[in-house]
């Protein structure tokens, strides 16, 4: 993916990594348990990197603000409608934080490092789900899915709604 408005390269040291918002895709039919970059079948390990950087169409993208990358979610979460945004026949789609460093370019949206790792995947808030018992069946499967994916990944786990609050 290539992110507009280039503004400067830098070298982020790992005791001080970017943070990223971002989205992979979970195959339904495939293995449960890896992630999959949003825009290229390219699977995702434990820590990302070394990939180069250049000004555009390189590195590990994300961005740098978390509006961006769920800017849709709002919508959807307005009467739990989760159908349209998780999932389509083939994917889950299961967005959350990455940290970056090493040689990463800054752009206006974001950026995109050397080198990074998972840090959060966000869960559905399962105490706020209104609904058919379908879709609160559909709701526990999709956080189990999560869970299994934090542990493999060595990472953490929020719900969206409960990270929202805390960026008030």
Sequence with gaps: MCLPNFIETKDIPISEPLIGYRTWRNQIKGNPLILISENQNYIWSKLEGPHEV?????????YNNNYYNYNNYNNYYNYYNYNNYYYNYNNYYISGIILQYGRTAIHRDGQRSEYARMKTLFLIKESD?????ESIIWIKEF?????????????????WQDFKESTK
């Design 129 to 133: 789900t209104e609904g058919s018992e």
């Design 54 to 62: 250049k000004e555009i169409d390189s590195g590990i993208y994300a």
């Design 143 to 159: 956080n189990k899915r999560i869970n299994d994916l934090a542990l493999v990944y060595e990472c953490d786990t929020i719900t």
